[in-house]
């Protein structure tokens, strides 16, 4: 391959995750600019493109990935278009964000308190809490396909929903979001949403909430009900603070993990009929290059 930024071959990926397993990249790349992603993807055949994000909903599979894994890192800039508008980048971390706007006194994410992750990957996964999603706020996203072209979306070419959004094979650079004036009652949703991670295991190695709530019910509380908190399988445990997180207690495999995932939703779907969707991801393939 013919590049100008590094490589690296058999990078472990565990380290870059919050849940802490998982195996290596037989090829890691963090380019720092759209065009030098678009170079090194242009210059692969055929070759499985994963995307990482902050690590911080997802399960590296055990062992090898195969192909290119990219992190968007090192794209996280910010920049102040006109009052209430901004380009972000997609590596740009959704704590950061929440941190530049109240200096900005610029309001509308408080609902995103306390999550961890980037503004990709929150975008991609529409994160959010009490209804509200990161997409809301997104006019525009920009993005790069499996031929190495960036593409930009209007609003209105992509759409999403609970913990969905529609766009898939292609790599979010970044996006241009409107906020709006900071709100005095603005400071009361912070405290709001902040308020509601106090029974989150928030300090434990985890990916977040595993499964999705389904329509009229409390994933957690279901999983609670079943008998869920405390059940191990290896390393990993189901949070006895909120059923719906599993931990890893310190040498948990994604193979442990995704045994238990699946114990979970077995037991839930025995005693209710309820079949529990994951909310946590697994890196796989955004797409194959051409
Ligand atoms: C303690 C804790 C609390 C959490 N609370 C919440 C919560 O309240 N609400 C909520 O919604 N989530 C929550 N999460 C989950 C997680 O933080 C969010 O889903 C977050 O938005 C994931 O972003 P990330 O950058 O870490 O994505 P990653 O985990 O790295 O990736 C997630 C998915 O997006 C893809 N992806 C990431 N970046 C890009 C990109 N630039 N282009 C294309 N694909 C990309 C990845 O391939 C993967 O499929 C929590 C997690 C933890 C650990």
């Known amino acids: 391959m013919n590049v100008n930024f590094d490589l690296v071959y058999n990078q472990p990926l565990a380290p870059l995750t919050s849940l802490r397993t998982g195996g290596y990249a037989e090829i890691f790349a963090s380019p720092d600019t759209p065009d030098a992603l678009g170079t090194l993807i242009s210059s692969c055949r055929h070759t499985p493109v994963q995307v990482l994000g902050g690590g911080s909903n997802i399960i590296v599979p055990d062992g090898t990935v195969s192909g290119l894994t990219v992190s968007l890192g090192k794209m996280a800039s910010f920049r102040q278009i006109s009052r209430c508008t901004a380009e972000i980048g997609a590596g740009y971390p959704l704590p950061k964000l929440l941190k530049t706007l109240r200096t900005l006194n610029l309001g509308g994410l408080e609902f995103a308190v306390g ?116 059940l191990s399988i290896g390393g990993a445990k189901v949070s006895e603070q909120h059923a719906n997180f599993i931990i890893n207690t310190g040498n948990a495999s994604s193979s442990d993990v995704n045994s238990l995932i699946d114990l979970c939703a077995k037991k839930v779907y025995d005693s209710t009929g309820i079949i529990l969707e994951r909310e946590i991801k697994t890196l796989s393939p955004c797409f194959y290059t051409r």
């Open 115 to 230: 999550i961890p992750g980037t503004a990709g990957g929150a975008f991609l996964g529409n994160a959010g809490a009490g209804g509200h999603g990161f997409c809301e706020l997104v006019d525009t996203v920009t993005a790069l396909d499996s031929s190495g072209q960036l593409i930009t979306l209007e609003r209105g070419q992509f759409t999403y929903g609970y913990r969905y959004c529609s766009l898939r094979e292609m790599i979010v650079i970044s996006m241009v979001m409107t906020f709006r004036d900071f709100e005095p009652e603005d400071a009361e949703l912070l405290e709001f949403y902040r308020d509601k991670r106090r029974n989150q295991p928030v300090s434990s190695r985890s990916a977040g909430c595993t499964f999705k709530n389904p329509e009229g019910h409390s994933a957690g509380k279901l999983l609670d009900e079943c008998g869920c908190k405390g």
